[in-house]
């Protein structure tokens, strides 16, 4: 199947500073991808729709000026969280969409942030 | 809107018995739903989904669900378990159409005893 690579796989970072994800489709284009958030024991929580060409979606309660998200390409979009606090220590994974009929999704390994 | 509800956070059987992961899911239209496994610390893997054609759907490692629109259910069964089976278990709705947007349960944690 499609691979998506996500990068760092972990970060540790102070308070404070920002910090960058990036998400990428190794294989397949993706006009579309998703970020999500997911707490220890937790399940995943959808962040926003980033959109290649266009402005991120965002769902209700996530800040959009704290969660930057540039879709620069067709294989690549990135997270950026601006100025971290410790509470914002979390998984995040993205994921993208097969195209076609199949509505599959295909997930990154995911990016653990601490901030310290 | 689409939601999916698990049932039992935490499931523990015995090795080579029967698995067994509940999910109930509420639709307004016609929903697409999947079933993903998670290893810690890693993202997730696809095990099987439905996308309204056989309403008894075959996946990966010996897993299968079956969609029953009457119980709006899509419980995921295997039937025997493996330490290797031992991982998170998420079920997830879509509507069908062009939407991608998964909506994921709550998850179940699965453990399996020697």
């Known amino acids: 199947g499609a691979v998506v690579s996500q990068h760092p796989s972990w970060v540790i970072c102070k308070s404070g500073t920002s910090v960058k994800i990036e998400c990428r489709s190794l294989?397949?284009?993706?006009?579309?991808m998703f970020w999500y958030r997911q707490f220890p024991k937790q399940s995943l929580m959808l962040m926003a729709t980033s959109n290649e060409g266009s402005k991120a979606t965002y769902e209700q309660g996530v800040e959009k000026d704290k969660f930057l998200i540039n879709h620069a390409s067709l294989t690549l979009s990135t997270l950026t969280v601006t100025s971290a606090h410790p509470e914002d220590s979390s998984f995040y994974i993205c994921?993208?969409?097969?195209?076609?009929?199949?509505?599959?999704?295909?997930f990154g390994p995911g990016t653990r942030l601490t901030v310290l | 809107a689409q939601s999916v509800t698990q049932l039992g956070s935490h499931v523990s059987v015995s090795e080579g018995a029967l698995v067994l992961l509940r999910c109930n899911y509420s639709?307004?239209?016609?929903?697409?739903l999947f079933w993903y496994v998670q290893y810690p610390n890693q993202g997730l893997q696809l095990l099987l989904k439905?996308?309204?054609?056989?309403?008894l759907v075959k996946g990966i490692n010996g897993f299968e669900a079956e969609f029953k629109k009457s119980e709006t259910s899509f419980h995921l069964t295997k039937p025997s378990a493996h330490m290797s089976d031992a991982a998170e278990y998420f079920c997830?709705?879509?509507?069908?159409?062009?939407?991608?947007?998964?909506?994921f349960g709550s998850g179940t944690q699965l453990t399996v005893l020697p």
């Open positions: 294989d397949f284009q993706a006009t579309t």
């Open positions: 997830a709705v879509t509507k069908g159409g062009s939407a991608r947007q998964l909506t």
């Open positions: 439905y996308t309204s054609a056989a309403t």
């Open positions: 994921s993208a969409p097969s195209g076609g009929g199949s509505h599959e999704q295909f």
């Open positions: 639709s307004s239209v016609p929903p697409y």
